[in-house]
């Protein structure tokens, strides 16, 4: 078995010899396991702002438009875009050797700490945390028994050495693993991509990215190697151009630094479920999710009103309400991402003295327990941002939806951090409770700031600062992301 440093040098001058890749000379890949991070970018000489650190062409990114698979069967682009890059890379990896990106496999890991891999036990200690319900295992195996085996099966003899096991009566235990490395690899390293030229399917191909559903995800290999540790340290930016991808120092580098990029604004669960990790430099983007159907089950217990009424609110009784309020919303600065009647909201970090709260989220709990003569004055209300619930009834409602997200966690606050002040905890335990301690915090500071403003006469308060927003989610893909 090749050593961990000989992979790495393999990969190197593999990537190099393919033509119109650029490394500069200025960085290296290193060996960085000592300090947790596995490998690393790390710089050989200082490097100035906006210096390109390497360039990687459309045809080295690991696609379903670069690989031969769609030369063989154009018919995997029809295939959902997420199911179609994982069958790709099952498809390349079963070529061992022969396949153009084997020395780029070599080096992508084979084991994970995200939450995909953690025991039910292990799982049970992020009770109350809405990351679970992003966890879908059933989802996986649901996806390789309907999409997954029956494509290669179709194809078992172009699929190298997966081609018996795909045949045999295993063929779904043996195809698990390596969809789950996979969507793994997809999750915790892919890059949104542009589309290449008039593709055969214009809306398929790649992964869902925040911005734009129809975003295509690749593998950039080289792009992948810089870890990140949070904005303050992020010094590197991939950057798209008309031949490929880019990756640009966006701050001086001093000589034997490691380049980082960014993850974004993630909260901690997040980086669990993706990454495998956490880190205090994400705490401050932790978030708490409050659902639709936990807001109307309080709203139908305060004000006695049926959950179908609630339904048939959100479904007809506000509807003209509800297109008043989205135009006003996207037209305020700073709202444009606000959605009335959203399936899910966010609860953030508290900053300072007080948080920022959705305004959609404001006017939903405001539509939903109000009477017809309050949703004609909702209509007329002049909208400010950033606002912070302080109408009775918002404040009712939301005081005992934030309380009730409390009871959905199994210890208290004080217990988790006594819990902490054990050394010999796992790291996964630890980092379960770090992660839920961390939401149970968001919500006692949210009842906090409720109470506070629970003697208002106003509305609402307009507070000087621009909305904070922890970013939407994103649908469920398959069980490994939302």
Partial sequence: MLRFEELSDNFVSWLKAQEGVRISPKIKLADLREQGAGRGVVTTEDVDTDEELFFIPHHAVLSVYTSDISTHFPEIKREESWTALIITMIYECGKG?????????????????????????ELADLKGSAVLGKVHKDLSRKMVTEDILPFIADHRDHFGSHAVAVSGPDAVEYL???????????????????????????????????????????????????????????????????????????KHIPKDQECFNNYGPLPRSDLLRR?????????????????????????????????????????????????????????????SWCNFMDENYDIPSVNQDFCFWDPGLIFTVDALAADQKEVRALKKKTIRAPLIPTGSKTQEVLQMVVKNRLKDYTTTIAEDRE????????????????????????????????????????????????????????????????
């Fill in 419 to 482: 819990l902490l002040r054990d050394t010999s905890l796992p790291l996964r335990k630890r980092q379960a409770i770090e992660v839920r301690l961390g939401e149970k915090e968001i919500l006692a500071g949210a009842v906090s700031e409720l109470s506070t403003k629970a003697d208002t006469q106003e509305d609402f308060s307009s507070l000087e600062g621009p909305v904070r927003h922890a970013g939407k989610r994103r649908r469920i893909l398959e069980g490994y992301d939302e």
């Fill in 275 to 335: 990454y495998g990790y956490i880190s205090d430099k994400h705490r401050s983007h932790d978030v708490v999710e409050i659902s639709l159907s936990q807001i109307c089950k309080v709203i139908s217990e305060k004000y006695d009103i049926t959950l179908e009424e609630l339904e048939a609110r959100q479904d007809g009784d506000c509807r003209g309400l509800k297109k008043t309020l989205e135009n006003a919303l996207k037209k305020t600065p700073g709202c």
């Fill in 97 to 121: 050797k022969e396949s153009k990106w084997w020395p780029y496999f070599n080096i992508l890991p084979e084991e994970f700490d995200t939450l995909m891999y953690w025991s039910d036990e």
């Fill in 176 to 250: 698990m693993p390596l969809t789950n490395r996979m969507g793994t690899l997809i999750m915790a390293y892919g890059f949104d991509i542009e589309k290449p030229e008039n593709p055969d399917e214009a809306d398929e191909e790649g992964y869902v990215s925040d911005a734009d559903d129809d975003e295509p995800k690749g593998m950039v290999p080289m792009a992948d190697m810089l870890n990140a540790d949070g904005q303050e340290k992020n010094n590197a930016r991939l950057e798209h151009e008309e031949e490929g991808l880019k990756m640009v120092a966006i």
